[in-house]
T-cell receptor, first 113, second 113 residues
Framework: QKEVEQDPGPLSVPEGAIVSLNCTYSNSAFQYFMWYRQYSRKGPELLMYTYSSGNKEDGRFTAQVDKSSKYISLFIRDSQPSDSATYLCAMSERDNYGQNFVFGPGTRLSVLP | SAVISQKPSRDICQRGTSLTIQCQVDSQVTMMFWYRQQPGQSLTLIATANQGSEATYESGFVIDKFPISRPNLTFSTLTVSNMSPEDSSIYLC??????????FGQGTRLTVV
């Protein structure tokens, strides 16, 4: 079993739809959870950063962490064609020196106008 | 936020040759990292670039194959040596300071023929 699993997609939705992207993980020591967006031929850019369980909202984006189920989600409301990208989840046990992130393989999302 | 310039953005190389990738950051950062992103797969950490000393390599990556330099707090290079088609991938530079997010360069798309 991989340490972080993510549905690779591709996922196609119509403009305006609510999108749900999910990751599951096996390491119960993970405490920091991130979602990155990666456009084609670009590096990943951070969308959301959360610590421990709970929800965090930023505009049309909501990150949800359920540590008891080892499951994290990213919701995109009122999706736009500009949201078309690959979304990577990442997680780590601590936030200090060293980059001990573990990334999911990414989900390709297409939002159709 | 940190602005990262990574060069070259892409290259096609003959097997058996070497390619050096440069990463320049617009501000001093604590940590610099090199990742590989193979098609359809997660980002995999190659090594942490340490200023003034040898890089710290992750399991499966060795200095002879991926020599890394970091002469100062804003610059690092990764060399992919004696390339084979299996080295075809996207190579990404990442930077981080404790307590902040990780920033990524736009990546170098390498094709080995």
């Amino acid at each position: 079993q991989k340490e972080v699993e993510q549905d690779p997609g591709p996922l196609s939705v119509p403009e305006g739809a609510i999108v749900s992207l999910n990751c599951t993980y096996s390491n119960s020591a993970f405490q920091y959870f991130m979602w990155y967006r990666q456009y084609s031929r670009k590096g990943p850019e951070l969308l959301m950063y959360t610590y421990s369980s709970g929800n965090k909202e930023d505009g049309r984006f909501t990150a949800q962490v359920d540590k008891s189920s080892k499951y994290i989600s990213l919701f995109i409301r009122d999706s736009q064609p500009s949201d078309s990208a690959t979304y990577l989840c990442a997680m780590s046990e601590r936030d200090n020196y060293g980059q001990n992130f573990v990334f999911g393989p990414g989900t390709r999302l297409s939002v159709l106008p | 936020s940190a602005v990262i310039s990574q060069k070259p953005s892409r290259d096609i190389c003959q097997r058996g040759t070497s390619l050096t990738i440069q990463c320049q950051v617009d501000s001093q950062v604590t940590m610099m990292f090199w990742y590989r992103q193979q098609p359809g797969q997660s980002l995999t950490l190659i090594a942490t670039a340490n200023q003034g000393s040898e890089a710290t390599y992750e399991s499966g990556f060795v200095i002879d194959k991926f020599p890394i330099s970091r002469p100062n707090l804003t610059f690092s290079t990764l060399t992919v040596s004696n390339m084979s088609p299996e080295d075809s991938s996207i190579y990404l530079c990442s930077v981080k300071t404790v307590g902040t997010e990780a920033f990524f360069g736009q990546g170098t798309r390498l094709t080995v023929v």
